[in-house]
Every structure is written in C-alpha cells, then in structure tokens.
C-alpha cells in the first residue's frame, strides 16, 4: 500500500467520525524517524483493526475514531503527542514507536490517567521505570525473546558462539543479556564484536568471526543498515555458519532491503502462521486493505482490540472502569503469539506476552517461513 493511500485510509477513519459520538483511540506514530520501518506496519494493523469493528457496529453501539499524532521517534515530541491525544479526548493511547518515546509519553498519562499501551515494544523495564497505573506493555519482552533463542541454542547442541553489536544503547544492552544468558548455559562466546553507527563495511568484524569458527554466530543488533552490512559480508565470503537473528531480524523491511541475503538465517518472532487467529487475520486483512499483512501489522491490530475488549467490559470508556478491565484481561488470544499463548496480565504487573510465546523461524528465500521451534522449554 502506498504512504498516500494509507494515509487517505487514516483521514477517512478519522473524518467520517468526526461529528459523531465515537470511541477515540489515540495512536502516537513515527512517519520520518528511525521508527519508521516497524511503526508503519504496525499503524497499518490498527487501521485495519478499526475497520473491521466499525464493521461490526463498533465499540458499545459507538463507532471507533483514530485520533494520530507523529512524534518522529523524538521522545519530547512523544510527550506532546501523548497530551494533543489526551486533550482531544481519547480514550484509549497506543505507543507504537519506540521505548524512550512511550516512557516520555508516559508522563503525560499517568496525570491524565489515560489507558495507555505499548503493544509491540519489549524493553522489560518499560512498566516500571515511571509508576503509571494506565500503562500496559504487550510486546514480547527482550528477556523472552532471549531465552527462546537460547532455548533452540541448546536444542542445536551449540557451545561456542559469536555474538555481534552495534553502539546503540539497545543493542548494547541486548548483547549484555545475552552474554549473562549463555554463562548460565555454559555457552562460550568465542568473540564479541561491535559494529559503530554509520559504519560502511563488516569486514573486520565478520573476519574476526570468521578465524573464531564458532558453531553458531548470534545478532545482537538494532540498526537496519548495520544489520545489512553484517549480512552482505557473510554472503559475500560464502559463510556456512548458522546465523541467528533476534526480534529486529522479524521487522518487514529486510524482505525489501535485504533480498538475496536472508535465505536460511533464522530470527525469533512472535508470529505463527499456522494459528489460526493469524490465517483468519491474514485473509481478512488482504481482502480489505488489498494486500498480505506481515507479522508487524498483527501487532496494530492486537493493541486495538485489547483496548476494544477492555472498554466492552468495563461498560463504558469511563477511565478507571477501562484501567481495571485492562488489568484484568486474562486468556485473551490474539494474532500474535504462538499457536497455545494467549495474552494476559498477573495481579500486580502489566506486561501482557506470553512468555512462552515465542518462536523461532527461518528464512525462505526472501521471505518469512516456518516455525522450526517454539518457546523457551
């Protein structure tokens, strides 16, 4: 879908409710930032997820607004966002950029008291680092997604690995879990490399990889074109190793920028295709926005209808009603997560995923395949 018809479809969701008495979600989006290649999807899916309950007569007899602001994945931009939402009256606040951005935007609605969540991000402190009642977070946590990978590590039997970085400070804090992960597993890592920001090639690294002959070699990496460079040299000196992807690997962009680089790498995910909440969201998708949704879009779609599942049984869009229903969400299956998980929230905490909701899968060709392992056991 085009970026102008995608924002037609928001204008058309947004204006046709305008003069009505609707439910207001607010969706905070990154359009030009580094967010971009994971927000847009996942906008994406939330579009989508309005239509099919306006569809279905909306949210308590009410029709479903989007209200949207853009923070550029500027975490005072976010703040503000978060306050233009609020003050337009929505009811409900999805953060679909990124975690420094959510927890500025946080600020803003633990005064506002406006039910708040991040479906997609996965940083495990992002529920505790600002005492927000209203905020929920149901993206696979980074701890998950670690101990899944670790968990098909050593169903692959592997004991010396490679780990590769770059210098932002996710990714750093990414290869540091990994590292106290495979101590307690008694994984070696062989050689630990760092690829800086706005490097133009991975040689050096990747040769360094390559003279430490590890039986597997482990991504700890954020940034896209770093990701590239990493790939574009392993092809090009016809390595066998398995290369083994984290979350950023799952990101939609890499089947666009990456073709001819990806077949074989496998990469954790929280996206099953043969459950069935995903072949029913798959086909609805394709037949009313006209093309196949990836596992980003599943993302959008869950955070809207948690919220709508939320506000349906607390009766009304009053705030406290929604917080207390929000928390109490248990045993909700959504598109995301493998085929038994479902999400939920324990007394007390507000992380919502699963955590034995992961899975492993590999690439294709140039495209996201099958499940070759699932969850952390």
């Known amino acids: 879908m085009t970026r102008t018809f ?3 479809a928001l204008f058309a969701l947004t ?5 009505q008495d609707t439910v207001k979600i607010g969706l905070i989006v990154d359009r030009i930032g580094f967010a971009k290649a994971w927000s847009e999807p996942i906008s994406q899916g939330a579009v989508y997820a309005v239509k099919e309950l306006n569809a279905k007569g909306g949210i308590l007899g009410k029709k479903v607004e989007l209200l949207v602001e853009d923070d550029q994945s500027k975490p005072d931009l976010s703040a503000t966002a978060a306050r233009k939402l609020s003050e337009a009256g929505a009811d409900f606040i999805l953060s679909l950029t990124h975690t420094v951005a959510a927890l500025q935007a946080q600020t803003v609605t633990v005064e506002t008291k406006t039910p708040h969540l991040a479906p997609s991000l ?27 990978l670790l968990s098909y590590a050593r169903h692959r039997n592997y004991k010396r690995v490679a780990l590769l970085s770059d210098n932002s400070a996710i990714s750093q804090a990414t290869a540091k879990a990994f590292k106290a992960e495979f101590d307690k597993t008694g994984i070696e890592v062989v050689t630990e490399e760092t690829l800086p920001a706005g490097s133009t090639s991975a040689e050096a690294q990747m040769q360094k990889v390559r003279a430490a002959k590890p039986d597997a070699i482990f991504l700890a990496t954020l940034l896209t074109s770093e990701n590239l460079l990493i790939l574009k040299s392993y092809r090009q000196h016809g ?14 962009v ?15 995910d929280a996206w099953d295709p043969a459950k069935p909440q995903v072949k029913q969201f798959v086909a609805g998708f394709a037949k009313e926005m006209g093309y196949e949704p990836h596992n980003m879009m599943g993302y959008g779609y869950d955070g809207v209808m948690l919220a709508a599942d939320a506000i349906r049984r ?14 109490a969400t248990r ?14 929230f324990a007394e007390g905490k507000r992380i919502g995923f699963d955590p034995e909701g992961m899975v ?9 395949g099958r499940v070759l392992h699932v969850g952390t056991k």
């Open 331 to 344: 045993g909700y299956k959504g598109v995301l997560g493998s085929l038994e998980s479902s999400y939920g």
């Open 15 to 19: 204006a046709s409710a305008a003069a």
């Open 239 to 252: 390595m066998k190793t398995p290369l083994v992807g984290n979350y950023n690997l799952a990101v939609p």
């Open 360 to 368: 492993v899968r590999m690439y294709e060709g140039d495209k996201q």
């Open 6 to 8: 995608f924002a037609a």
């Open 122 to 148: 996965t940083v495990d402190t992002l529920t505790t680092q600002v005492n927000n009642p209203n905020f929920w977070q149901t993206g696979p946590l980074a701890s998950t997604q670690i101990a899944t």
């Open 254 to 268: 890499y089947m666009t920028v990456g073709k001819g680089l990806l077949d074989g790498i496998t990469f954790v």
């Open 314 to 327: 607390a009766g009304s869009t009053d705030k406290e009603g929604v917080r207390q229903a929000m928390q």
